[in-house]
């Protein structure tokens, strides 16, 4: 995927549902939607964080996990898709 401005909130949230429509896992976490989702490259500003977290906390379909261990992203507070 391309990527994605976090300035433009209505693109930002239609990409992140593409995304996460073809996302296999149920569990994701910002960092790697950042990175693997919108094509961010580096280390992303808070800002970029907040906004992508932001989008995550408006999706119905999921939910707050807490903090959750990944091989490639370490510790990082995660959503849980909700069944």
Do not use: N
């Not at 995927?1 to 209505?10: N, V």
């Not at 910002?30 to 992508?52: D, F, H, K, S």
Request: proline share 4%; with cysteine.
């Amino acid at each position: 995927m391309a990527k994605i401005s976090t300035g433009d909130a209505e693109k930002l949230s239609g990409a992140v549902a593409q995304y996460l429509a073809a996302f296999p896992g149920d569990t994701i976490c910002v960092r790697q939607i950042w990175y693997e989702g919108l094509g961010g490259c580096g280390v992303p500003a808070t800002e970029v964080m907040a906004a992508v977290h932001a989008v995550m906390d408006s999706l119905e379909d999921w939910q707050p996990a807490g903090s959750v261990r990944y091989e490639k992203y370490g510790l990082q507070f995660s959503f849980k898709k909700v069944k």
